[in-house]
């Protein structure tokens, strides 16, 4: 064995040798070592990776079916096709109206939230530029920056304390930690993993802040929707104004169950297109048509889908923090958005094992807080998008174990 694994290694070193370091750079996730020691395991319920238990709707897969039944298998407009692009700028002023309506031209058609993310961080930095990140953050921020040549700079957040904490931005250490090779700032709100959502006076503070130092901000709303007081959660569409550098990427995987499908968004001023084309063009080449025609049945028809599965989910969160709260030892912002609660058990502080801990002893998939920022050691993200009767499952084994292991 030890002479198999000298062998590999040495043919591994080989190859990493001619490697460029910013691909080197580019970390493990953290989430895929737990999943992958459990995925197999009869009886675990899988609250590790980030999306519904539901398939996507049939009326939406129906469009893609249509799409390739007539032939539309060639290449396609590197933006988007014009009908997508219309949808999306009629959705967006619905939900984010009263104002000027948003024009067709801000919005391109991406291979999922990540590509607008990846396009949005090329545009904006590149090697040896640093990009500020309030952590705990989604790993994958990290990874497209690093991937980028450009460094992350963690910032974590404040969780307050009390019965019911919140978490905060520490603008004191974001002003600390800008320098002149800082190019933006990363929000995510509502956050994942921290169902954190920022208020608007909390917006203004990092608009304010990015305008002072002449940073870009990365805007993450994909879970705007996912609120459970509101319509909506604030944004930055409330508060900004035309020349503000705000890049917003955006997703069908969440509100309407389309992680599978690889179709987003990326919105940005429409002085980009040209440039926004050309990265598209470079990269992907655009995306599939019956994709585009599957995510505009699910823009112009999911209304009641999207109802549903927010209604879930605040079911579920209520749920689970009713329950996590009555142990008395466990520790927690209850999320305000997202589908997502992050949390800690006393006397618990290894996340990683406690993690491989509760897949055996308890049958619950939890990714280690850890993967999302040093500022998340010591915690657990549960993803509770899935249905109330299992997620009272997971309430119940979760509460189990922590009385027996008290
Ligand atoms: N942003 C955040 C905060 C996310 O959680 C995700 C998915 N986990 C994405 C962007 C990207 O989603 P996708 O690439 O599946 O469209």
Request: glycine share 10%; with cysteine; proline share 6%.
């Amino acid at each position: 064995m030890q002479v198999e694994g000298g062998r590999n290694t040495a043919e591994r070193s080989r190859w990493l040798d001619r490697v460029q370091p910013s691909a080197l750079a580019v970390p493990d996730s953290g989430i895929v070592e737990i999943f992958n020691y459990g995925r197999n395991r009869e009886g675990v319920i899988p609250l590790w990776v980030g999306e519904s238990d539901q398939p996507t709707p049939s009326f939406i897969s129906a469009a893609a079916i249509r799409s390739l039944e007539a032939g539309e298998t060639f290449y396609t407009y590197q933006r988007g096709i014009p009908a997508l692009r219309e949808a999306i700028a009629r959705d967006m002023t619905a939900l984010y109206g009263p104002r000027e309506a948003f024009s067709p031209e801000r919005f391109f058609v991406t291979i999922g939230g990540m590509h607008a993310l990846q396009i949005a961080m090329r545009i904006v930095g590149g090697p040896g530029d640093e990009f500020l990140v309030p952590t705990p953050a989604w790993p994958n921020f990290g990874g497209a920056i690093m991937a980028l040549g450009a460094r992350v700079v963690e910032t974590p957040m404040r969780l307050g304390s009390g019965v019911h904490p919140r978490w905060s931005l520490d603008m004191a250490a974001l002003e600390a930690a800008v320098n002149p090779a800082t190019r933006a700032i990363v929000i995510n709100s509502p956050s994942n993993p921290l169902g954190w959502t920022a208020t608007l006076e909390e917006l203004e503070a990092v608009l304010r802040f990015a305008r002072r130092h002449g940073l870009w901000i990365i805007a993450d709303e994909i879970y705007g929707r996912f609120t459970f007081d509101a319509v909506r959660a604030p944004s930055f569409h409330d508060i900004m104004a035309a020349d503000d550098l705000i890049l917003f990427p955006q997703t069908f995987s969440k509100n309407w169950a389309m992680t599978g499908w690889r179709i987003g968004w990326l919105e940005a001023p429409e002085a980009l297109g040209q440039l926004i084309e050309n990265l598209v063009q470079y990269s992907t080449s655009g995306v599939a048509v019956p994709s585009q025609r599957a995510a505009l049945a699910a823009i112009e028809g999911g209304a009641d889908f999207v109802a549903e599965q927010v209604r879930r989910a605040r079911q579920n969160r209520d749920m689970l923090c009713a329950a996590f709260e009555a142990t008395g030892r466990m520790r927690f912002a209850a999320p305000d958005g997202g589908f997502y609660l992050f949390c800690g058990i006393e006397g618990y502080p290894d996340a990683r094992r406690l993690a491989f801990r509760l897949v055996d002893e308890a049958g619950i998939g939890a990714a280690p807080g850890d993967a999302f920022g040093a500022a998340g050691a010591g915690s657990l993200r549960l993803c509770f998008a899935r249905s109330p009767a299992q997620i009272a499952e997971v309430a119940d084994r979760l509460t189990t174990w922590v009385a027996r292991n008290a």
